[in-house]
């Protein structure tokens, strides 16, 4: 079988759809479309089939897309030895990121590629996913950042790899003249009756909302749902409701945090990398420096909490 016919049927996998895959490839979706028929013929069998208004993989069009990877990874690696030997490590690494884990992460990653690698730069784009919207990212970005509070799994793909960053607790937020506002911690029975400032369904803190609403034997009263965590945290503070909050980047000056008695929410940061862009030097140099930013922010915490 032709392998560039595999890693094509590979992309498709990743992006269901001829108009993606030939955007992402820069072929004409005719072309697309004519090169998967070839290699339908060269496996004997049929590796799409109608769905819909679209095409999906069958058995083994999707067992044949897993075998690809093997063969993108590998020219990914070929590619790599060679730019490491002409170049070192240098360009730039295409980062998508949610807010917070730049305004987390961003300052301290990109302060020790000034100091260490300076032919390295990071190209961040800011994004604010739905935790199903992250894997799709992957195949268009060196590197994307993701988050959830239920660990990796619904990331997990041969085609890509994981790596966790950060563990973050999730705090409740209340208004500075909030009755709770001067407590250290809260029960959820006492939150019963409050109203909530929350996230859209499928962000990831809904998970941690899922559950209060499980120990309170009864659904939150959400008054609005919003992706940006500052916003959230704002109208917390002019007494709109209350809600969780990440405790590492809370503007404190302006709402009064308090931990859940029950259960300790916490939220997990991951990059997430196509597996051939894992071996690119400049990628591997890119998040070794994102891990290493992420201790740098649980050591400053810790140290803060310990004075």
Known sequence: MDPRRLVLLSE??????????????HLTPSAVSQQLK??????????????GRGLELTALGAALADTAVEIR????????VADEHVLGVAGTVRIAMFPS???????????????RTPSLLIDPVILDAQESEFARLVPDFDIVLAHNVSGAGAWMSPSSSTQL??????????????PLAERDEVSAAELADESWISVPHDFPFEHAFTRLE????????????????????ALIATGHGIGLVSRFTVAADKVRTLRLAEFQPTRQIYALTRAEHASSPAVRRVLDVLVEAGWEVERAVADGAAQ
């Open 12 to 25: 498709f996998a990743e992006r269901r759809s001829i108009t993606a895959t030939a955007t992402a490839l």
């Open 73 to 80: 990874t590998a020219l990914a690696r070929a590619r790599a």
């Open 214 to 233: 499980r120990l309170m034997e009864q659904p939150l009263t959400v008054v609005a749902r919003l992706p940006d965590l500052r916003t959230i945290e």
């Open 38 to 51: 070839a290699l339908e013929k060269e496996a004997g069998a049929p590796l799409v089939e109608p769905r």
């Open 101 to 115: 884990s730049a305004e987390l992460l961003l300052p301290g990653a990109m302060s020790m590629l000034r100091e």
């Open 165 to 178: 960053l950060l563990t973050e607790p999730l705090d409740v937020a209340v208004a500075p003249d909030h």
